[in-house]
């Protein structure tokens, strides 16, 4: 009797239990029911809540017809350089290094401006077909009357001089008058114009100072080359405050469309603070910055890198990295490949030439690939196509908080070029002529 008792108190639990998780599944379906009839009011059709889009979020590139080459600018491909005064391995020495590393055109020199004009490097670079790429440092001098008349000094002496040369004027520092530091770059630029006008002049940044780059921007008339500098440890202890390509994008973004752009770039395998060498992950994070510069960064047309061992030259500091990459095998074969990608340019352009159908740009907003169809951001559309809002059509999709539109109508149109190329796509201009593509 107690056993027949205890199955039916046993048996209605279960019951009760199916009855209530029953009930909970009836009201979470009827949730999604009208989830689903509120989202089929807003012009969607049941399809989409039921059966969600594959959304693909793709890389796009556009074409600049306005663009123009700048001085001493490749229509196509990156220049190589390298800054190697510092390097205790190959000691300076071009042709050591190239051995070495492969082939480069551009080498950089810190020129302290009390220094006098280093004729040696610039005739050694010169009958070997590189370029120099000299980064003015001022010194010891703190006026700026003392600084113009040692700054003429030097355009004097590279006005002798007719193969290309770069020149970096002392990048802005946090807390400077901004008015101030204009003034004196174009002062400069204005010397060098009139002494040495085959000088092509780079106003440079650190990646650390990307927010200040366009309050001390001199202007387009006075700069033809945009650089950042940017420092990257693989010390847990040290490392670089967030993504090196996210903080190079914020000067990229803001010049894309104005310059063609320099990235001078260390990558660090050891530190002052543990002094542990890491190079293999300096070698991976090597190829993934170099790689991704050569294939997605079409208007950075120069890549430095800056090869010395800071722990060396600086003893006692403990803020210090080793930069070096000519005196590891795992760096060195990275490296190399890298020197050898079929985008690198072997000699600095001498002569002018047309910059035909336009520039390529990488858009900062991106595009989506739903079921075969290309749908392009609003703001892609409105801020780099510069295509009117009036003129968006077709039925829209909202992704992480943008909205993006198909772009089947403007091809139709026969106004625009989509080609596609697995994760990215180009959209050019009618009758223009897609250049230097780099990796798409």
């Not at 196509?76 to 190697?84: E, Q, R």
């Not at 990048?171 to 092509?200: N, S, T, W």
Request: aromatic share 12%; hydrophobic share 40%.
């Amino acid at each position: 009797m107690k056993h027949k008792i205890l199955r039916r108190v046993v048996g209605i639990a279960i019951l009760l239990a199916f009855a209530q998780s029953t009930a909970d599944i009836a009201r979470e379906n009827w949730r999604l029911h009208q989830a689903a009839v509120e989202y089929a009011q807003r012009d969607q059709p049941y399809s989409e809540v039921f059966s969600a889009p594959r959304y693909e979020e793709i890389s796009l590139f556009y074409v600049d017809t306005s663009v123009e080459l700048s001085l001493f600018e490749p229509p196509h491909g990156v220049y190589l350089g390298a800054y190697i005064l510092s390097d205790g391995v190959v000691n300076g020495d071009i042709t050591r290094f190239e051995q070495m590393m492969g082939r480069h055109s551009i080498y950089k020199y810190h020129l302290d401006i009390t220094g006098g004009f280093p004729d040696e490097f610039v005739f050694d670079s010169a009958v070997r077909g590189r370029a120099p790429f000299f980064v003015l440092e001022r010194g010891e001098v703190r006026d700026d009357e003392e600084f113009m008349e040692l700054a003429e000094e030097l355009a004097r002496e590279f006005g002798y001089y007719f193969s290309p040369v770069f020149v970096q004027p002392p990048k802005p520092e946090r807390g400077e008058d901004a008015a101030a530091y204009i003034a004196r770059f174009v002062r400069v630029r204005e010397l060098f114009r009139r002494h040495a006008p085959h000088v092509a002049f780079v106003y440079a940044v650190d990646a650390a100072d990307a927010e200040i780059a366009e309050d001390f921007y001199p202007g387009d008339e006075h700069v033809d080359w945009v650089g950042v500098r940017a420092m990257a440890s693989m010390s847990p202890e040290r490392p670089f405050e967030g993504d090196m390509l996210a903080a190079i994008d914020e000067v990229y973004f803001a010049f894309q469309e104005r310059k063609p752009m320099f990235v001078s770039l260390g990558i660090s395998r050891q530190s002052c603070h543990d002094f542990i060498h890491r190079p293999r992950l300096a070698a991976a994070e090597l190829e993934r910055v170099y790689s991704a510069l050569l294939a997605d960064y079409p208007r950075i047309k120069g890549i430095i890198y800056m090869n010395f061992n800071e722990i060396s030259l600086n003893r006692g500091q403990n803020i210090r990295d080793n930069y070096l990459i000519t005196d590891d095998d795992v760096l060195r074969s990275v490296y190399r490949e890298l020197a050898s990608h079929p985008s690198v340019v072997n000699a600095v352009a001498v002569t002018g030439e047309d910059l035909s159908g336009g520039g390529l740009m990488r858009s900062r907003h991106g595009a989506l690939r739903v079921g075969g169809v290309y749908y392009v951001s609003e703001q892609a559309l409105l801020d780099e196509l510069r295509i009117s809002r009036n003129r968006l059509r077709g039925r829209s999709r909202a992704r992480n908080g943008a909205r993006f539109y198909p772009f089947a109508p403007f091809v139709q149109s026969n106004e625009w070029v989509l080609q596609a190329h697995g994760s990215h796509i180009t959209i050019v201009p009618t009758g223009a002529v897609t250049v230097g593509t780099g990796g798409v």
